[in-house]
């Protein structure tokens, strides 16, 4: 998926951001105590785009600054009835974005272990549709179990699980350069 947003719009994860309603800035966010049901669209994106020359994408292994996690505020939009619901929105949507920068980081790595010299420039597309899949499974599977974020206590114990992960790659955050290989010497 390719997204290029300017200004300040557009966020790019980190860990001291956190979402708040206000963010949600489309002109569709409404939150009214006449609308009968709720519905977000969380303007995240996980964003892989690079440009360089042939011989530039043969010694080239770190991709870590070209894969990047963003949230754009224009295009997020929240519906909601009241204030309570809409924030049980945006918290659900604060652990997409998380979730979101936990498989940038699982591309990151996989990229990296898996580029070599004679990579096609195409070899990113199968690891990055498996890894969207997982995603988009995960992510549904929350929204269903927490509904949408309403089971506060569930949704924070599945977010928790989620920074914590998010953890155990943290060589492949978008400006970390991931740890050489370096092969056992036998002696």
Same mark, same amino acid.
């Given at each position: 998926?390719? %997204?290029? /947003? %300017?200004? +300040?719009?557009?966020?790019?994860?980190?860990?001291?951001?956190?979402?708040?309603?206000?963010?949600? +800035?489309?002109?569709? #966010?409404?939150? =009214?105590?006449?609308?009968?049901?709720?519905?977000? @669209?969380? /303007?995240?994106?996980?964003? @892989?785009? %690079?440009?360089?020359?042939?011989?530039?994408?043969?010694?080239?292994?770190?991709?870590?600054?070209?894969?990047?996690?963003? @949230?754009?505020?224009?295009?997020?939009?929240? #519906?909601?009835?009241?204030?309570?619901?809409?924030?049980?929105?945006?918290?659900?949507?604060?652990?997409?974005?998380?979730? #979101?920068?936990?498989?940038?980081?699982? %591309?990151?790595? $996989?990229?990296?272990?898996?580029? /070599?010299?004679?990579?096609?420039?195409?070899?990113?597309?199968?690891? @990055?549709?498996?890894? +969207?899949? $997982?995603?988009?499974?995960?992510?549904?599977?929350?929204?269903?179990?927490?509904?949408?974020?309403?089971?506060?206590?569930?949704?924070?114990? $599945?977010?928790?699980?989620?920074?914590?992960?998010?953890?155990?790659?943290?060589?492949?955050?978008?400006?970390?350069?991931?740890?050489? =290989?370096?092969?056992?010497?036998?002696?």
């Amino acid at each position: 998926m390719c %997204f290029f /947003g %300017f200004g +300040q719009s557009v966020i790019t994860w980190s860990s001291d951001y956190e979402l708040k309603l206000s963010d949600f +800035q489309s002109p569709q #966010t409404e939150i =009214n105590k006449k609308l009968s049901s709720y519905s977000i @669209f969380s /303007g995240i994106n996980l964003d @892989f785009a %690079f440009d360089m020359s042939a011989y530039k994408f043969i010694v080239t292994k770190n991709f870590n600054d070209k894969v990047k996690t963003t @949230f754009n505020k224009n295009a997020a939009i929240i #519906t909601a009835s009241d204030s309570i619901i809409a924030n049980f929105l945006v918290k659900f949507v604060q652990y997409n974005f998380d979730l #979101t920068e936990l498989y940038a980081r699982k %591309f990151r790595k $996989e990229l990296y272990e898996k580029k /070599g010299a004679f990579s096609s420039t195409n070899f990113f597309k199968p690891i @990055f549709e498996k890894l +969207q899949e $997982e995603m988009n499974l995960e992510s549904s599977r929350v929204l269903k179990a927490t509904d949408l974020g309403k089971n506060e206590e569930l949704l924070a114990l $599945e977010h928790d699980k989620v920074l914590l992960e998010i953890q155990t790659y943290s060589d492949y955050c978008l400006k970390c350069k991931p740890p050489k =290989n370096r092969r056992k010497k036998n002696n």
